[in-house]
């Protein structure tokens, strides 16, 4: 399930799963089925495991884990909610939904995108890969003590891929049928050329109660409590400002081997800020216990209040060796100024980055090159006999700069204002026919080149400044345009933006997540990730590549060949990484020693590797004494 990641935003201050008929997805198939399903097959634990090697079995249940949201899925955001659905379209929904419903799977944190039984035992899949027989266990349950069926599990499928979420719809459209043979047998069939990953994407989709829904639209904003299945169910809220989820304490889950040691608090709490400012000074003040930090000049300088001092609050940085994602300023291709390639090109010279790195983000950061940041799949220097096999038939629609070395960001001088690079722009845009008159530059048409920033998130305005003031020195009309989180989300669901920031996640393995990124179908489809507005047949066509591999190496090959032609498109002017996670919380929590690789970052609950840590009732007494 593609989701974005609050690290878009990493240097304020200062990740899914597609291919034709292939051999990819199941492991230890037996008469009794499949007990978990991965993409190429390797599974590190057998059907009789226990428990995942990362989970604390003994970590006590209790206490509250309250933080602000670090992710958004589907039509949530960062700093409001409106409604109770988060897999629609209309409204803005409440981040944490995803913790109130069983899937059919779980997946493994420790392994790139392995998945285990939850509300299925296991899974048969037929020989061309083409239907997969889910059973289901016989104590699942709705939060009303309803029997959990393969109907709900059918009716889930259909209806999300009718009604659902645009990005839902995309990553669904392989998936021809669900129906339920019965009450535990599940039925799934997918088109002929189905995308690798499918499969796997269904399994971690939510399921409904079809007998609720009966009576009840599916496709509308509500704030009444839908009917749930997970291991935690809405409790108190007050829209706009905090939404809190209990812990179900009979979930029929609990003692599944993908659920010991998870799901540990009582009450999981999202606060709701619309400042990131304000959002520390809560954290200060303990309006909320965990925060990830991703404003670098925070980190750096404000970390001394007296809880910090004095040990109440703990800092800690955890490793990220997960794809970093495509964190930039996306250009709206579907504009007229930003048609041109040479054009883009010039907007990226005015970004000095290694300016902005050491004056506002306290030389914390990388530069992003690649939306595979931080992975093997990157492409560096000239391409390999396999990448140019798969890159020669589109010799001619490509630039000739695909065959050489990829495109990287230019780097500056660090002064601000970097003349060389600012010349080289000016005479980019001259090449594509944008003349300066009147101290304007003007489009072929004449009109002024103008662009407006939209951005939703006051912190990052330092940020844009200097680049708007080189924009300025090429002639160009440059602003930013700052909007509540509501009108923002309404604005790029209809791509209506010139620039915008934004970070895509990119999973360890990619699949089916391209297409709402980067493929033509969903450059016209409202709502989609591609705010760029790609639509090359060439990007589609190595898509289909990247869903094609049979190996994991084939995929790392696609990739790359993938990321030298997107990189030739300057579509983006690519912002920075970090390949750690800084965490501050007040000292009342505790967590397994070693955390799961794939989890720091998780794409399917907006807690993340959280929901393996523990409330620690000693220290939160001593905690309270040192009041």
Known sequence: MALFNRRFVLGLGLGSLCAARFTPVAASETATGTHGLSVYGDLKYPADFHHFDYANVNAPKGGLFSTIPTARLNNQSYYTFNSLNAFILKGEGACGMELTFATLMARAGDEPDAMYGQAAKSVQISPDKLTYRFTLRPEARFHDGSKLTAHDAAFSLT????????????????????????????????????????????????????????????????????????????????????????????????????????????????????????????????????????????????????????????????????????????????????????????????????????????????????????????????????????????????????????????????????????????????????????????????????????????SFQPHHAPFLKNLGTLGIEATLRLVDAVQYRARVEDFDFDMTTERPSISATPGDSMRPIFSSQAAATKGSYNLAGIADPVIDALIEKILAADTRAELTTACRAFDRVFRAGRYWVSHWYRSTHPLAYWDIFDHPKILPRYQIENYVTNVGERILWWYDAAKAAKLEQAK
């Open 159 to 458: 209806t999300l891929k009718e009604k659902g979420h645009p990005l839902v719809i995309t990553q669904m459209r392989d998936l021809v049928k669900g129906e339920a043979l019965d009450d535990a047998t599940l039925v799934v069939i997918f088109a002929e050329k189905r995308a690798r990953d499918v499969p796997l994407y269904v399994a971690v989709l939510p399921i409904f109660s079809k007998a609720y829904y009966a009576t009840r639209p599916f496709d509308e904003s509500t704030l009444d409590i839908p009917l749930g299945s997970g291991p935690y169910k809405v409790g108190r809220f007050e829209a706009n400002r905090y939404i809190e989820y209990d812990r179900v304490k009979d979930w029929w889950g609990a003692d599944l081997p993908s659920s010991r040691g998870h799901f540990n608090f009582d009450t999981v709490r999202f606060e709701f800020y619309r400042d990131r400012d304000v959002a520390f000074e809560g954290f200060t003040g303990k309006n909320y216990l965990y925060r990830e930090e991703f404003t670098s000049r925070i980190w750096a300088t404000r970390y001394d209040f007296p809880a910090v001092k004095d040990g109440r609050v703990k800092r800690e940085v955890l490793p990220d060796e997960s794809p970093a994602g495509a964190q930039g300023w996306f250009m709206n291709t579907r504009r007229k100024q930003f048609r041109d390639p040479r054009v883009r090109e010039a907007v990226i010279c005015a970004f000095d980055f290694e300016w902005t790195n050491k004056t506002i983000m306290y030389g914390a950061y990388a530069r992003t090159i690649s939306p595979f940041q931080n992975s093997d799949m990157v492409a560096t220097g000239l391409p390999s006999p396999d990448e140019l096999k798969l890159l020669e038939p589109f010799r001619g629609k490509v630039a000739d700069e695909v065959f050489g070395e990829p495109f990287v960001p230019p780097v500056s001088d660090g002064s601000g204002q970097d003349r060389a690079l600012l010349r080289k722009a000016s005479q980019l845009l001259t090449d594509a026919g944008l003349v300066v008159k009147d101290g304007k530059r003007r489009l072929p048409d004449g009109d002024v080149f103008k662009i407006e920033f939209l951005l939703d998130e006051p």
